[in-house]
């Protein structure tokens, strides 16, 4: 399997424009996290999907930031209107409860997108 | 709210050295991940601690996990350029191993 894809590599965009950040996760998979880390705060759970339904956005900073799984081989984070503080690594990490041995959960993570915000 | 705290968060040391890194966390948890970040690079999973007393060895690391004092140790034997990395734990408070929260990091570097 290829792993965890994810597009683009790299985004530089200017304050108040739509970001889009895609990723595919491993075949089999059926669940999916988004994660952000920034050297201020780390690295940081932003939601995450359980058989493409959202379980857990807690994380999700506020309403500018929306994510979607319309099926099990595809998710989007969208940043819609993005500003400089978002500027961040998003990663994106699936897993399977039985990867590794039961139980496990090991959650395997994409090569993640750099964002900048002018 | 779980809280995940590691120390040191920087670490130098030569190579052909031992040395110790631990995770402490504020919430009872039987579920502790090592990983590992390259600079630019993803993380990638080392071990999964499942319960109290586990131990996990992969050449020089060596992880342990203590549920009751809520303290997992990374502990490197003989440490060589290679093992250069920064290592992140992370705690999950759910049974699924589906809601991490991550220490904030180690920045090891092996000096030759």
């Known amino acids: 399997d290829a792993g965890v894809i994810q597009s683009p590599r790299h985004e530089v965009t200017e304050m108040g424009q739509e970001v889009t950040l895609r990723c595919k996760p491993i075949s089999g998979h059926d669940y999916l996290f988004w994660y952000r880390q920034t050297m201020m705060r780390g690295l940081e759970l932003l939601i995450y999907f359980n058989n493409n339904v959202p379980i857990d956005d807690s994380g999700m900073p506020e309403d500018r930031f929306s994510a979607k799984m319309p099926n099990a081989s595809f998710s989007t984070l969208k940043i819609q209107p993005s500003e400089p503080r978002d500027s961040a690594v998003y990663f994106c990490?699936?897993?399977?409860?039985?990867?590794?041995?039961?139980?496990?959960?090991?959650?395997?993570f994409g090569a993640g997108t750099r964002l900048s915000v002018l | 709210e779980l809280k995940v705290e590691q120390n040191p968060l920087f670490l130098s040391m030569q190579e052909g050295k031992n040395y110790t890194i631990y995770c402490n966390y504020s919430?009872?948890?039987?579920?502790l991940y090592w990983y590992r970040q390259d600079p630019g690079k993803s993380l990638e999973s080392l071990f999964v601690?499942?319960?109290?007393?586990a131990v996990k060895q992969e050449g020089r690391l060596m992880a342990s996990l203590d549920t009751k004092a809520r303290l997992s140790t990374l502990h490197i034997t003989a440490a060589v350029h290679d093992l250069s990395a920064t290592y992140f734990c992370?705690?999950?408070?759910?049974?699924?191993?589906?809601?991490?929260?991550f220490g904030e990091g180690t920045q090891l570097t092996v000096n030759p």
């Open positions: 919430t009872t948890s039987d579920r």
């Open positions: 990490a699936s897993s399977w409860p039985g990867q590794g041995g039961l139980g496990k959960n090991i959650q395997y």
């Open positions: 992370a705690v999950d408070l759910t049974a699924s191993g589906s809601r991490l929260t």
């Open positions: 601690l499942l319960s109290n007393g």
